[in-house]
């Protein structure tokens, strides 16, 4: 049972646009949400996060939306540059002890 | 410089074998966890640990064991139980969730990529 989903494998922009990662979720028990960056053969990156009490968390050329209702998030990319390619992963937590679980993440390649 | 460190990056495992997989922070952090990354998947936790002496099974702890005897050092026993070991194997740590810090997020180290012979 894959509770958070990354239905995009991949995602194709050219440098200087908008690059949007989406990520769902059906946990309604999750009330943080996190954002990764990988490199191959690299550990995750910590990007940004956002707490469900929240629906939007900025954070330089990098902002995440929240929808509960829709238990939908995404991550918005502005402008997008090619040091940017690389996989994004999408991440939920929602009991005390820090567990996360993770979407099977999206491969972003932006184009100079 | 702060961080985590896995070793070796690259490890191979003959059939049969046990291996063991480090990893040590100098973080401060109370928790520890190890995940499992194969092809096309997201991350899967194997086992985690919120302190010194005590961990818990992850989702996917079959074949598998750690220990935690020490709060720098969390290092991961890939058993001949595991039947599938081939992965990119990262371990993370973090503040302990429920601190005055809560809901911080988790540090990765650079992963070890465990093959078969």
């Known amino acids: 049972d894959q509770q958070v989903k990354q239905n995009s494998p991949s995602l194709s922009v050219q440098e200087g646009r908008i690059s949007i990662l989406n990520c769902d979720y059906t946990?309604?028990?999750?009330?943080?949400f996190l954002w990764y960056k990988k490199y191959p053969a690299e550990g995750p990156t910590f990007l940004i996060s956002i707490s469900s009490i929240k629906d939007k968390n900025e954070d330089g050329r990098f902002t995440v939306f929240l929808n509960k209702s829709a238990k939908h998030l995404s991550l918005h990319i502005v402008p997008s540059q090619p040091g940017d390619s690389a996989v994004y992963f999408c991440?939920?937590?929602?009991?005390?002890?820090?567990?996360?679980?993770f979407g099977q993440g999206t491969i972003l390649t932006v184009h100079p | 410089d702060g961080g985590i460190t896995q070793s070796p990056k690259y490890l191979f495992r003959k059939e049969g074998q046990n291996v063991t997989l480090s990893c040590e922070q100098n973080l401060n952090h109370d928790a520890m966890y190890w995940y499992r990354q194969d092809p096309g998947q997201g991350l899967r936790l194997i086992y985690y640990s919120q302190i010194v002496n005590d961990f818990q099974k992850g989702d996917i702890a079959e074949g598998y064991s750690v220990s935690r005897e020490k709060k720098e050092s969390f290092p991961l026993t890939v058993t001949s139980a595991q039947k599938n070991p081939t992965a990119f194997y990262l371990c993370?740590?973090?503040?302990?969730?429920?601190?005055?810090?809560?809901?911080?997020?988790?540090?990765f180290g650079d992963g070890t990529r465990l093959s078969i012979l």
């Open positions: 991440a939920a937590a929602g009991t005390s002890y820090g567990k996360l679980t």
């Open positions: 993370a740590s973090s503040i302990l969730v429920g601190s005055p810090n809560s809901n911080q997020p988790q540090h």
């Open positions: 946990n309604s028990m999750f009330d943080y």
